[in-house]
C-alpha cells in the first residue's frame, strides 16, 4: 500500500509566501490540531528511545506533518526547511526567519505611525484612512494599538489649527 497524498488543498493565496506569516500560522496550527499532528510540531510528543511501536508511530505521524509543511508553502519559502529533519525543526524554522522579519516590520510600522503628519491640503477622511491603514497593519501582525494610545500619535500629527479643536 503506498502513501496517501493529503487530504487538503490549499489555493496558492493561502500558501506560506513569507509576507502572509501571521495570518498563515493559526490556519496551519487548526490543521495541524485537526489531523492529530500538532503535538509532534510543537514537541508535546517526542521520539521514544525504548518503545519500538511508538517509534514507527512517531515517525509516522511525524512525516505526515512534515509533509503537510511542505505542501502549504511557496518554493521560495521551501529553501528554509529543506534540511529540516523533523516537522518540529521546520515549523521552528520557519517561525525564526518570519517572527524576525515580521518585528521588523511591526518596528517600521510603529515608525512610520509615530511620525506620521498630516499633509497639506489633505482631506481630514484620507488622513484617518493612513491612520487605520498603520493600525490595521499593525494588528494583522499581532500588535494592537489602543485607542487610548493613538488619540496622542493623531493630535501630534494634525497641523497648529486643528490641533487645538
Known amino acids: 500500500m503506498g502513501a496517501q497524498a493529503p487530504k487538503f488543498f490549499f489555493p496558492d ?7 502572509n506569516y501571521v495570518a498563515w500560522k493559526p ?45 502549504i508553502i511557496t518554493d521560495d519559502v521551501q529553501p528554509h526547511i529543506r534540511y529540516a529533519t523533523s516537522a518540529k525543526d521546520a515549523w521552528d ?40 491603514t498603520l493600525r490595521e497593519s499593525l494588528l494583522a501582525l499581532g500588535k494592537e494599538i489602543s485607542d487610548e494610545d493613538l488619540v496622542p500619535i493623531v493630535l501630534r500629527a494634525l497641523p497648529p489649527p486643528i490641533e487645538s479643536l
Not at 13 to 19: A, K, N
Not at 28 to 56: A, C, M, N, Y
Request: no cysteine.
Open 27 to 71: 490556519k496551519i496550527k487548526v490543521l495541524l490540531e485537526f489531523e492529530d499532528l500538532w503535538t509532534v510540531v510543537d514537541g508535546q510528543t517526542t521520539r521514544s528511545l525504548d518503545d519500538g511501536r511508538q517509534q514507527v508511530q512517531f515517525d509516522r505521524v511525524n512525516q505526515k506533518a512534515k509533509l503537510i509543511i511542505l505542501f
Open 93 to 132: 524554522k520557519l517561525s525564526t526567519v518570519y517572527e524576525e522579519k515580521n518585528k521588523n516590520v511591526i518596528l517600521n510600522l510603529l515608525s512610520q505611525l509615530h511620525t506620521l503628519k498630516f499633509k497639506h491640503n489633505e482631506q481630514v477622511e484620507v488622513f484617518l484612512r493612513r491612520v487605520a
Open 13 to 19: 493565496s493561502q500558501l506560506l509566501r513569507g509576507d
